[in-house]
């Protein structure tokens, strides 16, 4: 009996643009290295979900602020020798048939092509660094082998308010793509788009249409074809064309999948974590998420009432309250402080005691959270100074969304910026 060949499996995380819609958390940093539930960044989401799968050759493509992310990878994922497996960043870098960064997400594949035909690839699996979802690549892929595509896309059902922000699918009886459109407007009909009763399975009734995940398998060969050209965008131009000239199935995935790529919906994302059963379950030892492993000590609760909150590692909090709140790592919280949807994102480092005794020369707050204050609704980025008695978004005042100074207001949500000192007594 001859043995079938396995899939030689590169696979492509992209590092996205410059994620002006998490300004200020994209300030100085890109997007798949923002801090996430407490511990975490989101690169780790779908680094976590190749290495479960058995794919451990992973590219992350990256040209903004790229540094933070750099040491992250460096820091958390090394393979030993045996399992011929990495995790390598690709910056944008400047080469004698190209000169120009990244113009869109095809375009960064596209210039990349020189390390990733090293690898010998039998598939390219393209994935998005600023999403929150677990899903089994293996199923995924053994699908695209089954049908014999030349290109697999990974959608999910949405209603039909919500198709309005996608790319949306229509598909025939078999699953395959017949047709794609980009973010059909509210008002126009799609009726005749709807997912067919054969391809619906167990998926709510409500959800008739098909949205693209930006989650993508290639034959090594189609993915070489479909970027020949000067197309910069996977979305708007390369899918269009595959779908012509090529065979390109859906792979319908029925689980919870977030793009957290808005303030807002980083903000609710995170919150989720809290809940007794959240929809994104960190607790699941068959499929762990990993991430930077700092050695740090055991949290040290001096008397506190903890509702629905995630504390991480080497966090010192005192006689504080704290609902439906993530504490990240190193975090200092002060006596009598209340936190209500708060996310703080933790500390790099502890303050020494001379540090300390220069914050008192200069009257600047200790790194973290003093005494007595009162903070609702409030994301706070890491390395931040805030002293005694403020209080932050308990107030009922609304700000405009944008740049305030001393902080950034989004959708109702305030945002501290890393490094900040906000002096004592400060209301916002």
Known sequence: MQKTEEPRVLSIILGGGKGTRLYPLTKERSKPAVPFGGKYRIVDIPISNCINSGYRKIYLLTQFNSA????????????????????EILAAEQTLEHSSWFEGTADAVRKNFIHFKQQNPTHYIIL??????????????????????????????????????????????????????????????????????????????????????????FNAKAIEEA??????????????MVIKNKKVNS??????????????????????????????????EDEPVYTHMRNLPPSKINGATITNSLTSEGCVITNAKLTKSVIGVRSTIGDGTELNGVISMGADFYEN?????????????????????KIAQTIIDKNVHIGDNCKINVSGKKYSDGDHGMFYSADGIIVIRKGAVIPAGTEI
């Open 68 to 87: 933070s992310l750099h040491l992250h990878i460096t820091n958390s994922y090394n393979f030993d020798r045996f399992s011929r497996g990495f995790v």
């Open 227 to 240: 970027l020949d050209n000067d197309f910069k965008d996977f979305g708007k131009e390369i899918i269009p």
């Open 353 to 373: 005691d001379e540090e300390k005794e220069a914050n008192k020369k200069n009257g600047t707050p200790d790194l973290g959270i003093g005494k007595n204050c």
């Open 128 to 217: 998005s660094g600023d999403q929150l979802y677990r899903m089994d690549l293996r199923k995924f892929m053994d699908s695209h082998i089954k049908t014999g595509a030349d290109m697999t896309i990974a959608t999910i059902a949405v209603n039909r308010k919500d198709a309005s922000g996608f790319g949306i699918m229509k598909i025939d009886k078999k699953n395959r793509i017949t047709a794609f459109q980009e973010k059909p407007a509210p008002d126009l009909d799609i009726s005749d788009w709807k997912i067919p009763a054969e391809s619906r399975g167990d998926l709510p009734p409500e959800k008739e249409y098909l949205a693209s995940m930006g989650i993508y398998i």
């Open 251 to 284: 792979y319908i995935f029925d689980g919870y999948w977030e793009d957290i790529g808005t303030i807002r919906s980083f903000y609710n994302a995170t919150l989720d974590l809290t809940e007794d059963v959240p929809q994104f379950n960190f607790y699941n």
